[in-house]
């Protein structure tokens, strides 16, 4: 059960800062904070529709480990603490 656990924590460490990173490659839709520091000024450099619906999917995906590696790290510890 040890082992898991770290390979958990290691999992939900990395799909952390890779979550982070992805949000912020997320094209502003404008209003937000994102207009604040300058993110108002279109570009249309290196945000097409693919690339868009690409990094939308792979955000989904990451979110969906992230919480499911939050769930089960929770399980373990509740069932572990029980022993």
Do not use: C, P, Y
């Not at 990451?62 to 939050?70: D, F, K, N, P, Q």
């Amino acid at each position: 059960m040890q082992i898991l656990q770290v390979v958990l924590q290691v999992i939900l460490g990395i799909t952390s800062l890779l979550l982070t990173l992805l949000i912020l490659l997320h094209k502003g839709r404008g209003g937000g904070l994102s207009d604040m520091f300058g993110g108002g000024v279109t570009s249309n450099l290196g945000a097409s529709g693919v690339a868009e619906r690409n990094l939308n999917r792979i955000t989904v995906i990451l979110g969906l480990i992230w919480v499911s590696s939050i769930v089960i790290l929770g399980l373990i510890t509740k069932f572990d603490s029980g022993l």
